[in-house]
């Protein structure tokens, strides 16, 4: 690419605002959608949370969620409800339990774009913002996992954009508007996760006006009276469903919901999860992967952005920079004093890194900076495309060559192949004829098809092996016989939404040593029991059983046992079955 960088910036300047952003919403779309039913659900989180769905849109228990007939209220039920809709609508199927999950990540990056866009950057810098939030590992992730996380960051996105396009309004009848499109996003925080949904955007927003005000030197209430109508006005979707709630399940549930899962996590009189307060430095090198190595270049870019330029800026209301700032730091103090913590729980901060690595990148492509060496914008582009190109031809292939070593060659994984070599073979004649529109079309489908390709591939093949899909096709398979019945002996939660969602109803389950020896003595043996190996292990007075199957899904091996009524194994046959 021997051109200047110029007729690159004259081309990228050519493109409107409008051409970004659909390039932005193919680009995501097909990051998030396609072959999201390629992969079956695993983890602790999607069997429970796809489970808790299925119960409520089998059973119609839409006010108190419920995991197996038991009330499960951690969370309020706006997720569930979506992803009740979405098995309603396509039927039990991993697409249709993860749907919701894409819908949200896809509009999270959108708004993402047109906040970007609202704080005054160009195209370029608004798609390169967006591009870099989706392809974050992990929000990415949570794009095409059944999990409530996803929705939350979304709300949040929705909430920061909203906000800053309210506190940049002049007209009156404007600001209502975006009152009410705030006040819809922070409701639609709060009914997803709770008071967590609320205090992030609260507390970066309360300090963004702080310290904007004190800039300036000057108070100004009205920012100030606006969120906190929106933040009152949020109250009345939950508050609606929580009269609701206690209406029909008493004061316990509603404590639960209101106290012991927002105050007592925090404080961790209720915590789980509870880890040191140094718990996220160890986890941020990995929480933006691949762009981590960029966020602390970004964050300090950021910092001498606000300081040098817009502290003396003329509009002494909009301080994108320290809005950035803001969102990302005094969050992530108040997640690191809580007591209970996750990885998943910065989800909602990762747009603000997004920000900052694509303002910095944005300016640094439009020649607003240079950097203190010799390198030319025009040779990381081509670089960078020529590397990411490579890897889109090679990967699928190799993938393919994997699977063919094995003798396991699948139809997805030539398709994939084939479009990763297509891809990579444009990408690279782009570069010869040095086309610039085709350059940036290439680049986004070549890093689309490596995403893509190692979800519909290693992670599918990953999650075969951890997945409870195969454990309960046997189940199916023996209760197709009249009389037959599943049940679940002290089962994790991940095990009774799994048995929910694949056998399509509730399953009886019970902790009782009791119980189970009932269960197995069933002379007819018309009755199979599904247990933890582990709890098995741990009955000393339960050996009258026989081991039909065993499934061992990650760490844990799941056995499926009846009483030893029709055929005494001997302990060398039983310890064969548990292999």
């Known amino acids: 690419m021997t051109e200047p960088i110029e007729q690159f910036r004259e081309y990228v300047n050519s ?19 396609v072959g999201l039913n390629s992969r079956q659900l695993y983890g602790s989180d999607e069997p429970r949370v796809a489970g808790i769905a299925a119960e409520t849109a089998i059973y119609g228990n839409w006010t108190e969620p419920a995991l197996n007939s038991k009330p499960f209220l951690e969370k309020p039920p706006l997720y569930l409800w979506a992803d009740s809709l979405s098995l309603k609508l396509f039927g039990h199927s991993a697409f249709a339990a993860k749907l919701p999950s894409a819908i949200s990540a896809l509009l999270g990056v959108l708004a993402l774009f047109m906040l970007a866009r609202n704080m ?57 508007w975006w009152l009410l499109a705030l006040t819809l996003s922070l409701g639609g925080a709060l009914f997803s996760k709770g008071l967590v949904g609320l205090a992030i955007p609260a507390v970066a927003v309360g300090a963004w006006l702080f310290f904007r005000d004190l800039s300036n030197r000057k108070l100004a209430p009205a920012d ?42 925090f404080s961790g009189g209720h915590a789980e999860h509870i880890e040191p307060f140094y718990y996220y430095l160890l986890k941020l090198p990995g929480q933006l992967q691949p762009w981590t190595v960029l966020l602390p270049f970004a964050f300090v ?24 700032l803001c969102w990302l730091a005094i969050p992530y103090l108040l997640l690191t004093i809580s007591a209970g913590k996750r990885q998943v729980y910065v989800l909602p901060l990762y747009a603000a890194e997004a920000l900052m690595i694509g303002f910095m990148l944005g300016d640094f492509f439009e020649n607003k900076f240079s950097l203190p060496w010799k390198l030319e914008q025009a040779k990381i582009i081509k670089y960078a495309t020529v590397l990411l190109s490579i890897t889109a031809l090679v990967f699928p292939v190799v993938i393919l060559g994997i699977n063919i070593y094995y003798n396991d060659i699948r139809l997805v994984t030539l398709i994939l192949a084939a479009v990763g070599i297509a891809i990579g073979l444009f990408t690279i004649n782009s570069l010869y004829r040095k086309n610039l529109s085709r350059i940036l079309l290439g680049f986004v489908l070549a890093l689309t098809i490596v995403f893509i390709t190692f979800d519909m591939t290693i992670r599918a093949e990953i999650a075969s092996k951890r997945s409870y899909e195969n454990l309960f096709k046997y189940c199916t398979d023996f209760e197709k016989e009249p009389g037959k019945q599943v049940v679940l002996y002290s089962p994790k939660e991940r095990l009774s939404g799994a048995a929910v969602f694949y056998l ?64 005494k194994l001997t302990s060398s046959e039983r310890r064969t079955s548990n292999k």
């Open 15 to 33: 493109m409107s605002s409008r051409t970004f952003f659909w390039l932005l919403v193919l680009f995501a779309a097909i990051l998030f959608f």
């Open 301 to 324: 870019y950021s910092c001498l952005k606000f300081w040098k330029h817009e502290r003396v800026s003329a509009n002494k209301t909009a301080y994108p920079f320290l809005y950035m």
């Open 224 to 265: 100030w009276i606006w969120f906190a109508a929106a933040a009152l006005l949020c109250f009345i979707p939950v508050g609606i469903w929580l009269w609701m709630l206690y209406e029909q399940s008493g004061y316990d549930a509603f404590y639960t919901v209101v106290w012991t899962n927002n105050f007592g996590r």
């Open 120 to 176: 005054g950057a160009s195209g370029l810098t608004a798609f390169i913002s967006g591009l870099v939030l989706a392809t974050s590992a992990q929000y990415w992730n949570g794009g095409r996992k059944c999990m409530i996380d996803i929705m939350l960051a979304a709300f949040i996105i929705f909430a920061f954009w909203t906000f800053y396009q309210l506190s940049q309004s002049e007209k009156f009848k404007y600001k209502l």
């Open 504 to 567: 399509k109803r509730r399953v009886e389950a019970n902790r009782s040593v009791d119980w189970l020896q009932e269960k197995l003595a069933d002379q007819t043996n018309k009755t199979i029991v599904i247990t933890h190996q582990k709890r098995l292990n741990k009955l000393e007075n339960v050996t009258d059983y026989n081991v039909l199957k065993s499934f061992k899904i990650k760490k844990s091996v799941i056995l499926v046992i009846v009483g030893d009524k029709r055929t």
